[in-house]
């Protein structure tokens, strides 16, 4: 062999070698980088002798050059099937094993008492595959076809990665024929579709579909882009090699050969069972518990006689093997016809469509409901009223509607007026021509399409570009969203009240005795103590609800003298109540449970603005010049107090006696909110920073003239003329007149360090005696504020020990930096 061919050999034996520690074994030996550069040296070489290539090369794992077609392949050993048995359910969730157990008898009496052990493996839901070496050298691969003539997809399997390309070990057949299933893992799946729709691309029904339909690419270099996974089952022929007489044996030597999978080690030790009972145990621990959480589907449990000779003294039945069955699981689908299409509003507001079903049993259950999940998915399957469809429940996923039986859908005549344009169209399509009035077969029901208002609280439905989630807009306003609102308002880090906890609100709200967040603060002890008896007597109705658990948790009521005395626990809840009426500005914001309004853009807001009363009015182009928050956030809070019912709750919770407490303004609106960049943020009106300093200074600098000037461009000028842009521009020219200067701003803040109010600091490293959180609830409270990033706009970076990039970042572009005494001396 010349030196370049030997140079050859070994890079290849080298390579496969890695690819088996990297794939099968799970310990690779080198690092990535060694495996590529080698990689591409044989690659090299290739390019430049051709004739040197080898049949085993791993460069072929990329794929080649497409087919036209695909060879037809003659199996030598016929690819069989199995026979299925089910094992119904009823409605209690029993299994019906008798399928099973005459399968037991049958083999126990075939083989004259001599007992049986079975195997059981999982019956694998991909493409059957036959995958023969000859030398331990991959030579084809073909697929099942009709069990006598497959497709030769060779090509195509050598880019699979756990399929050795030769095979690994020391006693290497002749020739082995390898059977076994070719599919996608769940997670692989996921990650195929969520590109497929990325690109543009149609996704895959289901893994099966997938590794289908990437198995049968013409072109290799697909199939190469597609991640498949393969499991040995069994051997059809063997020349060579090693000698055994179980199923368990002849896997283990497959394993020994290099088939396996390195996250899938356990899969190849099978389980054996000397008890059919047992087996049938195995099943059912394995459809309820263990199969959501496999890394493939599987749709069923293959039962096999272990013994080989036991195997050929049962021998076949017409096309299938006696000595094994596939004990398929329940039947998960099932077909129905949808009678509505309701909307369920969940807890945080979200909007999910669901198909009301005339019942059927489906999985052990009964179903009358399925989740259609979103508009796109109810748009993407076309799912209508009246319409007979798929209806599938996994495990314990909540049921859906996977599909439209299209052919069913009720349909009804409509007469059509032929305009002379469609007329001509139509008379080049059909032989006859039409007469001018006709009927055409329509649906009888319309594309579904989510209602515009919630059914509960007749707020507006909205969707976010980008989001797939529609939501009800009501928030508190909505029953559905109360409970979830109020205990978002009473939470540590909102309202922080006391004593007032998820179980009694939940209490509270389902008895109808708080609606608002102001009805907390006009609770009283007969209003509680009501509550209480209510939970009381739901609970000993029905001993394991939720209102069981309410009632213990307020047990510590007393009854004396048979008559109800104000107890503690009330008292409590109503001392925690009255000691949340001044919060900080910022908890109350964060309270209100604004969408997109955590702490942090709450805080933003307390600082910017100094008072409620600034906040509640501020206009949404100012909101979104503000440091963190940007257009959506803006938006998401100018629409929260645009609403008149929202304005109205926090009027009901002022007069209730709630008094947000005002702070110093330490982010100067008129700082961050310079004309050009809030006309460039005028919702509705694109333009660039550059364009609106521009139409600021032609409108004389002013927003009268922004208002009134007749000069300005037309586009402007028809923007303005709008209703709510008029209405916005006045709303901005209050704020402004309202709003105090920056200099002002900070001297009206009393007790507020000049050096930190409104400066950014980031703090990195550990500093010696201050934790990090209270450095910043530090240099909050002196109006500073803390962020994550540094930048130009940083004021100060506070080191501390081990601190990284971001003092490097912070001396690079000359932001002063601070070590914990130096921070301590500024905050005085
Ligand atoms: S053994 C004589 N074992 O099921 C046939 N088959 O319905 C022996 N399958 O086409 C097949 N998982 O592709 C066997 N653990 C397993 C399997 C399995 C899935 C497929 C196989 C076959 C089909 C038969």
């Given at each position: 062999m010349n030196p370049t061919a030997q140079h050859i050999r070994r890079l290849t034996d080298l390579l496969n070698r890695y690819a088996y520690e990297y794939y099968t074994l799970d310990a690779p030996s080198v690092p990535d980088a060694e495996y590529d550069k080698l990689f591409?040296?044989?690659?090299?070489?290739?390019?430049?002798?051709?004739?040197?290539?080898?049949?085993?090369?791993?460069?072929?794992?990329?794929?080649?050059?497409?087919?036209?077609?695909?060879?037809?392949?003659?199996?030598?050993?016929?690819?069989?099937?199995?026979?299925?048995?089910?094992?119904?359910?009823?409605?209690?969730?029993?299994?019906?094993?008798?399928?099973?157990?005459?399968?037991?008898?049958?083999?126990?009496?075939?083989?004259?008492?001599?007992?049986?052990?079975?195997?059981?493996?999982?019956?694998?839901?991909?493409?059957?595959?036959?995958?023969?070496?000859?030398?331990?050298?991959?030579?084809?691969?073909?697929?099942?076809?009709?069990?006598?003539?497959?497709?030769?997809?060779?090509?195509?399997?050598?880019?699979?990665?756990?399929?050795?390309?030769?095979?690994?070990?020391?006693?290497?057949?002749?020739?082995?024929?390898?059977?076994?299933?070719?599919?996608?893992?769940?997670?692989?799946?996921?990650t195929l579709n969520q590109h497929q729709t990325e690109n543009g691309q149609k996704t895959f029904a289901n893994p099966?579909?997938?590794?289908?339909?990437?198995?049968?690419?013409?072109?290799?270099?697909?199939?190469?882009?597609?991640?498949?996974?393969?499991?040995?089952?069994?051997?059809?022929?063997?020349?060579?090699?090693?000698?055994?007489?179980?199923?368990?044996?002849?896997?283990?030597?497959?394993?020994?050969?290099?088939?396996?999978?390195?996250?899938?080690?356990?899969?190849?030790?099978?389980?054996?069972f000397k008890d059919i009972n047992d087996v049938l145990k195995r099943y059912e621990k394995m459809y309820e518990e263990e199969r959501p959480s496999l890394p493939y589907e599987i749709d069923g449990m293959v039962v096999k006689v272990n013994s080989l000779a036991q195997q050929r003294e049962l021998g076949f039945i017409s096309r299938a093997p006696r000595w094994a069955i596939a004990h398929k699981f329940p039947a998960e689908e099932a077909l129905t016809v949808v009678e509505a299409i309701d909307v369920q509003i969940g807890r945080t507001g979200a909007v999910t469509p669901v198909a009301r079903l005339q019942p059927v049993f489906v999985g052990g259950v009964t179903v009358t409901n399925a989740t259609l999940h979103n508009q796109d998915e109810v748009s993407r399957k076309d799912v209508r009223v009246g319409d007979t469809v798929v209806v599938r429940r996994a495990g314990d996923v909540i049921p859906e509607v996977v599909r439209v039986i299209f052919e069913r859908r009720p349909m009804q005549e409509t007469a059509v007026a032929v305009s002379d344009g469609l007329k001509h169209q139509q008379d080049d399509l059909f032989a006859e021509t039409p007469s001018a009035n006709q009927t055409q077969s329509v649906p009888l029901h319309k594309p579904y399409r989510l209602p515009t208002h919630c059914p509960i609280c007749r707020s507006e439905i909205e969707r976010e570009e980008g989001e797939a989630v529609a939501r009800c807009s009501g928030g508190m306003l909505c029953q559905a969203q109360r409970a979830q609102g109020l205990i978002h308002?009473?939470?540590?880090?909102?309202?922080?009240?006391?004593?007032?906890?998820?179980?009694?609100?939940?209490?509270?709200?389902?008895?109808?005795?708080?609606r608002h967040f102001a009805d907390l603060y006009r609770l009283d002890i007969p209003t509680l103590q009501k509550m209480k008896e209510t939970a009381d007597k739901g609970s000993s109705e029905n001993e394991n609800g939720d209102a069981e658990t309410v009632a213990d948790d307020l047990s510590e009521s007393n009854t004396q003298n048979g008559k109800k005395q104000p107890t503690k626990w009330a008292e409590n809840i109503l001392a925690g109540i009255e000691a949340s009426k001044t919060p900080e500005l910022a908890r109350f914001l964060f309270a209100l449970g604004i969408r997109h309004v955590g702490e942090r853009t709450a805080k933003t807001l307390a600082q910017a603005f100094g008072s409620l009363e600034h906040v509640r009015r501020a206009p949404e182009p100012i909101l979104a010049c503000l440091p963190d928050i940007g257009t959506v956030v803006a938006r998401s809070i100018a629409h929260f107090f645009a609403q008149d019912a929202q304005q109205a709750m926090i009027d009901e919770l002022l007069a209730a006696g709630v008094a947000p407490q005002?702070?110093?303004?330490?982010?100067?609106?008129?700082?961050?909110?310079?004309?050009?960049?809030?006309?460039?943020?005028?919702?509705?009106?694109?333009?660039?920073?550059?364009?609106?300093?521009?139409?600021?200074?032609?409108?004389?600098?002013?927003?009268?003239?922004?208002?009134?000037?007749?000069?300005?461009?037309?586009?402007?000028?028809?923007?303005?003329?709008?209703?709510?842009?008029?209405?916005l521009l006045e709303n901005l020219k209050t704020f402004f007149a309202q709003m105090p200067s920056e200099d002002e701003a900070v001297q009206r803040s009393d007790g507020i360090n000049k050096a930190v109010a409104g400066k950014t600091f980031v703090l990195t490293g550990t500093l010696?005696?201050?934790?990090?959180?209270?450095?910043?609830?530090?240099?909050?409270?002196?109006?500073?504020?803390?962020?994550?990033?540094?930048?130009?706009?940083?004021?100060?970076?506070?080191?501390?020990?081990?601190?990284?990039?971001?003092?490097?970042?912070?001396?690079?572009?000359?932001?002063?930096?601070?070590?914990?005494?130096?921070?301590?001396?500024l905050l005085g």
């Open positions: 591409r040296e044989l690659e090299a070489l290739e390019l430049n002798h051709p004739e040197l290539k080898l049949p085993d090369s791993p460069t072929q794992r990329a794929g080649t050059e497409p087919l036209t077609a695909f060879a037809e392949v003659h199996h030598e050993v016929p690819m069989l099937s199995l026979t299925n048995a089910f094992s119904p359910r009823n409605e209690n969730g029993v299994f019906d094993h008798s399928e099973m157990y005459a399968f037991d008898e049958r083999i126990r009496n075939s083989l004259n008492g001599e007992k049986p052990q079975y195997v059981i493996e999982p019956k694998f839901d991909g493409l059957a595959i036959s995958l023969l070496y000859r030398d331990g050298v991959l030579a084809q691969a073909a697929t099942r076809g009709d069990g006598t003539t497959g497709e030769d997809v060779t090509q195509n399997v050598k880019t699979v990665a756990n399929i050795p390309l030769r095979l690994h070990g020391d006693n290497i057949p002749k020739l082995i024929e390898v059977r076994g299933e070719i599919l996608m893992l769940k997670a692989d799946f996921i099966r579909n997938a590794a289908a339909g990437s198995l049968r690419q013409l072109d290799s270099r697909i199939t190469a882009k597609r991640k498949l996974t393969f499991f040995p089952y069994s051997i059809a022929q063997q020349q060579g090699g090693k000698e055994f007489t179980t199923h368990t044996e002849e896997i283990d030597y497959l394993t020994t050969l290099g088939f396996g999978h390195k996250k899938l080690k356990n899969i190849l030790k099978l389980n054996k308002f009473a939470s540590r880090k909102a309202m922080d009240i006391d004593g007032l906890g998820q179980k009694q609100i939940e209490q509270l709200v389902a008895q109808d005795l708080v005002t702070q110093a303004v330490t982010i100067p609106p008129a700082r961050h909110a310079e004309p050009q960049r809030w006309i460039a943020r005028l919702p509705g009106f694109k333009i660039s920073e550059n364009k609106a300093q521009a139409l600021w200074e032609l409108a004389g600098k002013s927003i009268e003239g922004l208002q009134t000037d007749k000069a300005l461009p037309a586009d402007w000028q028809t923007w303005r003329s709008e209703t709510q842009n008029t209405a010696p005696t201050l934790k990090r959180d209270q450095a910043q609830a530090l240099i909050e409270a002196a109006g500073g504020k803390v962020s994550g990033s540094v930048s130009k706009k940083t004021d100060y970076v506070v080191a501390g020990e081990a601190a990284g990039s971001k003092l490097e970042k912070a001396n690079a572009l000359g932001v002063s930096v601070l070590s914990e005494a130096e921070l301590l001396t």
